[in-house]
């Protein structure tokens, strides 16, 4: 089924898994185990990402048929910026044979060293939406509540997240934030310059931090001073650090859902327990305000 038909009817509680790095038969078991952990909590989609060099692409179309056959919607990313259009079309109709809808349309990661390769074919998300249109999938693209890294001003993403709706996405998924006020400032800003399809906000929980500053490193989002303190205090005890990250999260969702965001994405780092108890802490919530209309 396709998510902006879902997105109409209610709001979506959503997971994200990632293919093993290397193709390998134990990893890609344990992966299946964590999908069947992640359906038990009955989410609306899953959504398999998609390595930034492209060398995934076997595994991750065949982790989102796995998705589609235990009986979830998978959603599947797809970057532009590793392929050519002969590497999307396979891909596509791999993913067409498993009967999967829906895709995530991204440029992908640039990659460490990059080379002028990278992003011969498709330079942006747009691009390799406008070539997607034919294989007729819904579509959704990322933003970023604090601007993407590379634009100027959060104006200037604006405008192109304008032409990502224009190129056929219908929904967008957030970039992990820990400041729900980056959230609210890009919805209210979104819809000022035009953007009136769902922002599905993207939440981590930060539940294995060593120490504040390589976090701070590896996400570049901002972290409030009250989650920094809470790192501070907590890094130091892991099962301490774990309960705040859980908390934490809990709280973002439960202030997100009451002011009127369409749904949850939670990024699980492939950790169905993770997600398990993000759920169990949130279950009056999600019981009553993720119903159908
Ligand atoms: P783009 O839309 O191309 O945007 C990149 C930059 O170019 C932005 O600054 C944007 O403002 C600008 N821009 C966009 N369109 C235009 C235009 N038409 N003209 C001029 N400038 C433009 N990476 C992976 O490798 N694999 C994944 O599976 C993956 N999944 C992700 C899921 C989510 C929800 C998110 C938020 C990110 C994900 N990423 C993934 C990371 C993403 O690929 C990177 O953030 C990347 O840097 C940008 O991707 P994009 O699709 O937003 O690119």
């Not at 910026?81 to 498993?98: H, R, V, W, Y």
């Amino acid at each position: 089924m396709r998510i902006d038909e879902i997105l109409k009817k209610k709001k979506t509680l959503s997971f994200e898994v990632f293919p093993p790095k290397k193709e390998n038969g134990n990893d890609t078991d344990k992966l299946f185990a964590t999908v069947d952990g992640l359906k038990a909590l009955n989410p609306d989609f899953i959504s398999v990402t998609y390595g930034a060099s492209g060398t995934n692409a076997r595994s991750a179309a065949e982790i989102a048929g796995y998705v589609k056959s235990a009986g979830v919607e998978p959603l599947a990313h797809v970057t532009g910026g590793p392929s050519a259009p002969s590497d999307i079309d396979s891909l596509a109709e791999k993913l067409k044979t498993f009967n999967v809808d829906n895709v995530l349309a991204l440029r992908g990661d640039k990659p460490a060293e990059y080379d002028k390769e990278y992003c011969k074919h498709f330079k942006h998300a747009s691009d390799l939406e406008s070539y997607l249109k034919k294989y007729g999938f819904c579509m959704g693209a990322a933003c970023y509540p604090e601007g993407h890294a590379e634009s100027a001003t959060l104006y200037d993403d604006l405008e192109n997240l304008k032409k990502k709706v224009e190129c056929g996405a219908s929904f967008f998924i957030t970039q992990m934030f820990f400041d729900n006020a980056y959230y609210y400032r890009l919805v209210n800003e979104a819809k000022r310059v035009g953007i009136n399809i769902p922002i599905i906000p993207g939440i981590m929980p930060l539940t294995g931090v060593k120490n504040f500053a390589k976090i701070k490193s590896m996400c570049g989002s901002t972290i409030p001073i009250e989650f920094r303190n809470m790192i501070e205090v907590y890094s130091a005890s892991p099962a301490a650090m774990r309960e705040a990250g859980l908390n934490y999260a809990a709280y973002q969702i439960s202030d997100l859902i009451a002011k009127g965001a369409p749904g949850i994405h939670v990024y699980t780092m492939n950790r169905a327990d993770t997600a398990a108890e993000i759920v169990g802490r949130l279950r009056n919530i999600i019981d009553e305000f993720f119903k159908a209309d």
